[in-house]
């Protein structure tokens, strides 16, 4: 038997449940509930302006949280980067240890914290100042999101700086270069490709998710990703909910490709290839 | 700026970032010992959510599903995917790139998009609701991941050795088990654990084939949703300490946690959080 005949089980499975559902999603989205008919009806739906608003606050609000990460992120993984071996192996451990939790768990673990009767709540009364209005807020959702992706930020940026040559940074000293230029001319530019896919390792996640704001924002607080599994598990397929949900899914899936492009142009050289061994 | 004061602030700046990385997992853990149901108030030291934890059996039985979906979709996923990885290594170059990035395509697509298009498939097919659903999503989208892991083992793998074996009287079933397996184990052996943690950790996909049956966490954002529950805190102080057992047993027992082997655990992390994210830049296509 040629060898390679070994992919056909595989290849079977794959036309079945992995290419013939996306081409459903394309069905699903343009034809009719009743009649299966090609319509344009649920793209048009899709783009209502009430979910069109939600697609720009998912946009923004991921765009928030990837500054954030960024910004946070990134001096963690430069001072890592910066240490004797061990202790950067030790530290650069301690922020992954939180990953392993489910991120549902991580995400309840705050509520424990904004609730009503939380732990900040208590504080605040404690002092004296009263309760505030923490949980189903627009905050909440932005701190869930960045203390579950932060990790995502860190890894990438810290990965490439500690790749980074200690000679590349000498040089710059030797030609004179300041710390402030030696970061900005050498340092950061070098850690551009770490920085992207940082970047997008936080965006689309954050884009995507349904669970997150849905626990910290309330039932009110409605994100893309909430609209999506709203069409499909409360509108359901009588009411057209999974033709719209189609739809929306379909745009999704052109944003999220949009951001890989991105990504994809700037990460030319293929520094990532093969980081799953 | 004087070099003791940089030392000092990112000594803090780093102190700060894991207070915030580990606040939330401890007020967590404490709370799951208080007696008192409520937050508002400290009722003393208690061991009842736990208790209630182990009592409850919709909690039982969603760790039992959860457990079972992850061992048999992970072998399934590791028997496929690695022949399958076999089989597209010796295709040609245009038919082993077209179905590489097809294979891809759970690995960069939001879970949320797998998930729907599975659903679709699934109603479509007439696939049983419940744990049948469910057992098929979690192969679906581990056979790539096994297949990713196998495959640069693969391309390590010299035809001389295989070819030698040949000339010494082996036939090609003999010399490919004999062969090539050990040379691709590794790669095999990553791939099945990347499975089982992928198929273990997986909320979004689950939960649009959640109808008639619950893992463990579509069961906790059922409660979750629901608001503040103490099982629910004892659950994870089990879960965390559960993960940091066993991250530290594979720490003594592999390498002693050398830097090699810290690296080569954070490099499966990333490739865990690439899945998730879908950016991984995928090596048959930047090739």
């Not at chain 1, 807020?137 to 860190?154: H, K, Q, R």
Request: net charge positive; charged share 15%; hydrophobic share 50%.
């Amino acid at each position: 038997m040629k060898r390679k005949y070994f992919a056909a089980p595989y290849m079977v499975w794959m036309l079945v449940l992995i290419l013939a559902p996306m081409i459903l999603i394309m069905i699903y989205a343009f034809t009719g509930q009743a009649d299966g008919a090609f319509t344009l009806e649920n793209i048009k739906e899709a783009l209502d302006p009430i979910y069109l608003k939600v697609l720009w606050r998912s946009i923004w609000l991921a765009v928030i949280s990837t500054a954030i990460c960024l910004a946070l992120g990134y001096p963690i993984a430069y001072y890592l980067s910066r240490m004797s071996p061990r202790r950067a192996a030790i530290l650069s451990m301690l922020f992954i240890v939180p990953m392993w939790m489910n991120f549902l768990l991580r995400t309840y673990a705050w509520m424990n914290i904004l609730d009503t009767n939380g732990l900040i709540n208590q504080l605040l009364i404690a002092l004296g100042l009263g309760r505030a209005k923490l949980m189903n807020t627009e905050g909440a959702v932005i701190v869930g999101m960045v203390y579950n992706y932060l990790p995502f930020m860190i890894l990438p940026v810290y990965n490439i700086l500690q790749k980074m040559p200690k000679s590349n940074i000498e040089a710059a000293q030797d030609l004179g270069g300041n710390n402030f230029q030696v970061f900005t001319r050498v340092v950061f530019p070098l850690s551009l490709p770490g920085v992207i896919s940082g970047i997008t390792m936080v965006f689309v996640p954050t884009i995507t998710t349904f669970a997150i704001s849905r626990l910290l924002g309330g039932s009110q607080f409605m994100l893309y990703g909430d609209l999506i599994e709203n069409q499909f598990l409360s509108v359901g397929q009588v009411n057209g909910g999974w033709n719209v949900g189609a739809a929306l899914s379909c745009i999704m899936m052109a944003l999220v490709f949009i951001c890989m492009a991105i990504t994809n142009r700037f990460d030319k050289g293929g520094e990532n290839g093969g980081t799953l061994l | 700026m004087t070099k003791g004061k940089g030392a000092w602030f990112r000594k803090t700046f780093l102190g700060v970032m894991l207070f915030f990385m580990y606040a939330p997992i401890i007020v967590l853990i404490v709370y799951s010992f208080n007696a008192s149901k409520t937050m508002a108030n400290w009722g003393g030291f208690s061991l009842n959510w736990y208790d209630a934890l182990l009592k409850d059996r919709d909690i039982m039985a969603a760790l039992e599903v959860t457990l079972t979906v992850a061992v048999l979709s992970s072998l399934c996923a590791t028997v496929i995917g690695t022949t399958a990885a076999i089989g597209i290594n010796s295709m040609k170059r245009r038919w082993r790139n077209t179905t590489m990035y097809c294979s891809n395509i759970p690995v960069i697509n939001p879970d949320l998009v797998t998930g729907v298009s599975l659903m679709f498939a699934f109603s479509l097919l007439a696939v049983p609701q419940g744990y049948t659903r469910l057992l098929l999503a979690h192969i679906t989208f581990n056979i790539p991941y096994v297949v990713l892991s196998v495959m640069p083992k693969l391309r390590q793998t010299s035809n001389s050795l295989y070819e030698a074996a040949l000339d010494l009287g082996a036939t090609p079933s003999v010399a490919l088990r004999k062969v090539i397996l050990p040379q691709i184990m590794p790669g095999v052996i990553s791939g099945a654990i990347l499975a089982f943690t992928l198929s273990i950790d997986d909320f979004v996909i689950s939960f649009f084939c959640q109808q008639g049956t619950q893992n463990l966490s579509i069961y906790i954002y059922s409660l979750a949703r629901r608001g503040i529950n103490p099982k629910i805190n004892a659950l994870s102080a089990l879960m965390f300490v559960v993960v940091l057992a066993l991250l530290l047993t594979v720490n003594i027992l592999g390498g002693k946690g050398s830097p090699e082997a810290q690296k080569k655990r954070a490099r499966k992390k990333e490739a865990r959080m690439a899945r998730k994210s879908g950016t991984l830049v995928l090596e048959e296509n930047t090739k």
